[in-house]
């Protein structure tokens, strides 16, 4: 079974700062999608950047960027600048025809900005 | 465009009793997935329906029902509620089933069960 894995419960970034949240998953498939989604209090998941496993070239929205390592199964979102209105829980997601089409998510990692 | 909306925003039930959660889909969008988000947790996949048909369920039992309806809006319905039903539900749409379609989500229902 595929699982997602985040292995860090906070963090906290000074603003304008740079900050990488980690995510690990397990699979045996080959085609498959990555996915971060924010979620602010108001509760919305948004999402923030995606990645299709074929694709090696890095995964870029602005100020979001993702470090996408196939072989070791590991999808790290980078925030350049960050910016007060990033703070949120940030959830890593896998998704593929083998996984029934669900999103499998990770646990999540709350980002605190400071001002 | 209208995006994902969800009704009630909040809701208490007691244990035993029964609920229906709704959810509207954005605007061409055919494929509406259910998750349940437990506190301090991320989601789990409840069912997903695409064009009036169940596509897929994940670890709930069948007191875990829903519909989807011919304008592709849907309902989760929970029978004999029990006090671990406590979480906030979130409904999500896509234009398509494929695994490559990103999911729209609502605001989400917070249930409470006392």
């Known amino acids: 079974a595929q699982t997602v894995t985040q292995s860090q419960p906070e963090m906290s970034v000074q603003e304008a700062e740079t900050v990488t949240l980690s995510c690990t998953y397990d699979?045996?498939?080959?085609?498959?999608?990555l996915f971060w989604y924010k979620q602010p209090p108001s509760r919305q998941m948004i999402l923030v950047i995606r990645?299709?496993?074929?694709k090696q070239q890095n995964a870029t929205e602005n100020r979001f960027s993702v470090n996408f390592q196939k072989a070791a199964k590991s999808f790290s979102l980078k925030i350049s600048d960050s910016q007060l209105g990033d703070a949120a829980m940030y959830f890593c997601?896998?998704?593929?025809?083998?996984?029934?089409?669900?999103?499998?998510w990770g646990a999540g990692t709350k980002l605190i900005i400071k001002p | 465009e209208t995006g994902v909306t969800q009704s009630p925003t909040h809701l208490i039930k007691t244990r035993g009793q029964q609920v229906t959660l709704r959810c509207s889909s954005q605007?061409?969008?055919?494929?509406v997935s259910w998750y349940q988000q437990a506190l301090g947790q991320g989601p789990q996949f409840i069912f997903q329906?695409?064009?009036?048909?169940?596509?897929g369920r994940g670890n709930f039992p069948p007191r875990f029902s829903g519909l989807q309806f011919p304008n592709y809006s849907s309902e989760l319905n929970v029978n004999a509620l029990e006090l671990d039903d406590s979480a906030l539900y979130l409904c999500?749409?896509?234009?398509?089933?494929?695994?490559?379609?990103?999911?729209?989500f609502g605001d989400g229902t917070r249930l409470s069960i006392l």
């Open positions: 605007s061409g969008h055919n494929t």
């Open positions: 329906y695409y064009r009036e048909e169940e596509n």
């Open positions: 699979t045996s498939e080959s085609d498959y999608y």
């Open positions: 999500a749409s896509s234009r398509d089933r494929g695994v490559n379609q990103p999911q729209h």
């Open positions: 997601a896998y998704r593929s025809s083998a996984s029934n089409y669900q999103l499998i």
């Open positions: 990645q299709e496993a074929y």
